[in-house]
């Protein structure tokens, strides 16, 4: 769809926008992100490659097949545009690759896929690279000023997407972690009761007892008081540390 750069920037916010409206669609946004900065520089192909869980860039979207390919290829031999872009957090412009004396396996792939110019733009999260976003040009291209700042807009305000969702995962994973707290600590409350109550001991050797179950088996007290709990589990009645003597083991009703 024709326009002047503000009209098809607006519309690329606006696609954005709607997309990032729905949550948990990080990959979706990435695929929307790298259509939308194609359609706004109007020449050549958009791929995009985000940190994986070890920091490690990985590719994650791209306008066509051969710009993919092109991308796996820089990143396999570990040199490029988008490697250096977000290495060093900066936009990396190329406007004739012939004229590069960079990255000389790169450019032997880029030539052989019909790529001449290229442009790469970082994904930072504050001033910490994510990703990198590099779009690549049949022909020679000088990558103006007004369409790179253009194009950076779009990917920081991905980039602002993708700080908000690694935050809201953090959130989640520690409500996680307190959730799962609080059900061992209860799980494990109430094998301390069970024991005590079943083997007229303390509530502290109970404990006693729980633990050592746990260490002797390789298992962790969580484990071993769910077992209590919910299996029917008894720890066998030994000393305690403190040296006292074992408690005597009550029969359970209907024992034989």
């Known amino acids: 769809m024709a326009g002047t750069v503000d009209e098809m920037f607006t519309r690329a916010c606006a696609g954005l926008a709607?997309?990032?409206?729905?949550?948990?669609?990080?990959?979706?946004?990435?695929?929307?992100l790298a259509d939308q900065v194609a359609e706004l520089l109007g020449d050549g192909a958009v791929a995009a490659a985000v940190t994986g869980p070890a920091g490690?860039?990985?590719?994650?979207?791209?306008?066509?097949?051969?710009?993919?390919?092109?991308?796996a290829a820089e990143l396999d031999l570990e040199e490029g545009p988008a490697l250096e872009c977000f290495r060093t957090g900066a936009v990396v412009s190329v406007d004739d690759l012939e004229d590069e004396a960079h990255w000389p396996r790169f450019r032997a792939q880029a030539r052989a896929a019909g790529v001449r110019s290229v442009v790469a733009l970082p994904l930072r999260v504050g001033t910490r690279p994510v990703g990198a976003l590099v779009a690549v040009s049949p022909d020679i291209r000088p990558w103006s000023e007004a369409d790179v700042e253009a194009a950076q807009l779009l990917v920081d305000l991905v980039s602002g997407y993708l700080a908000h969702e690694a935050?809201?995962?953090?959130?989640?994973?520690?409500?996680?972690?307190?959730?799962?707290?609080?059900v061992s600590r209860i799980?494990?409350?109430?094998?301390?009761?069970?024991?005590?109550?079943?083997?007229?001991?303390?509530i502290d050797h109970a404990f006693v007892l729980l633990r050592r179950h746990a260490r002797r088996n390789n298992l962790t007290l969580h484990a071993v008081a769910r077992a209590v709990v919910h299996l029917g589990l008894r720890p066998p009645a030994e000393r305690a540390a403190s040296g006292a003597p074992a408690p005597q083991q009550r029969e359970r009703p209907g024992a034989d």
């Open 187 to 202: 799980d494990i409350e109430q094998a301390k009761g069970v024991l005590a109550g079943e083997m007229g001991c303390t």
């Open 56 to 71: 490690e860039l990985r590719a994650s979207a791209a306008t066509d097949g051969d710009v993919a390919d092109l991308l």
């Open 167 to 182: 935050e809201l995962a953090q959130v989640r994973r520690t409500v996680d972690q307190l959730r799962e707290a609080l």
């Open 18 to 32: 709607r997309r990032m409206a729905s949550p948990g669609t990080t990959p979706g946004v990435i695929a929307e």
